[in-house]
């Protein structure tokens, strides 16, 4: 059960007791000829090597609606990649200025002839997908590759809120319970906690590249230098405790989201069994967060990249329970 993060460090407990599979991954150069004879199983195959959480997730989804979730997920995954995947934001600016023109494309009923651009308008012909959501994380990895970092919480919870909390929009359209408040606050929450978990979990990552994804005023407030992150990693000073307080962020909205499910007062608090599917992203993010409290808010732990041979039953076991 969630509780809230504790860490041995008195000097913040005063403070403190009131992003994808990170973005290194690889993205193909060009789609296969085998991708555009079946765009679904493209779709499916890129997610299982490179989102392999969202994988396992996907078997929740009904079956006539699995191929689109794949879409969505290839999708969100494809365009996170470009900012590694570029050698310059002008190159960058250009992918995402296709992915525009596909969207429209796909609106006017004339996909272009990339894999998950077709899998993206099957999708769009069975289920009623908001094009302005597409957009919005479109317009947000096109901002990110001018301004990677962020000064501000507010900054950075602002992207959180435009990428993964728009991702978890789309998924309740496409359970068909976009009309629930409750639902799409409580996502709007749990897509906060979910896109800090994967900022936390690609630390390593991006520090190895010059670039710092916890918030300035984080690292400032715990005296953290970035320079020393870079060349030390996780001994660099004050960077467990600047983690720390990043984790408690991401668990406070996770803790947020699970209680606005309950105070509906509906289905015995728990989450309709129908959107379930959509909140099972919680699961990996409470699991990570675990994990990092265990080794004490190290997040350059080298067994913090490995997967948990335990997950796919926790998100068995979630979609069950209707628990997240």
Known sequence: MLRQLSKPLPRYASQLSGRVPSRAMATEAAPHEAGLADPTAYCRDLVRKRDYESYLIGSSYPRHIQGAFFALRAFYVELASVQDTVSNAMIGKMRMQFWRDAIKGIADGRPPRHPIALALYEAQRRANLPSYHLRRIIDARDAELHAPTHLTLESLTAHAESTSSTFLYLLLSLLNL?????????????????????????????????????PAEITARHGVRQEDVFRRGGDADGISDAVFEFATVANDNLLTAREMVKQSGGDGGKVPQVAMPAFLYGIPTRDYLGRLEAVNFDAFQPSLQLRDWRLPWRIWRGYYKRDF
């Open 178 to 214: 976009s009309s629930s408040s409750t639902l799409s606050h409580a996502a709007s929450h749990l897509g906060v906690a979910q896109g800090i978990h994967v900022l936390l979990r690609a630390l390593p990552y991006h520090a190895s590249k010059g670039r710092m994804v916890i």
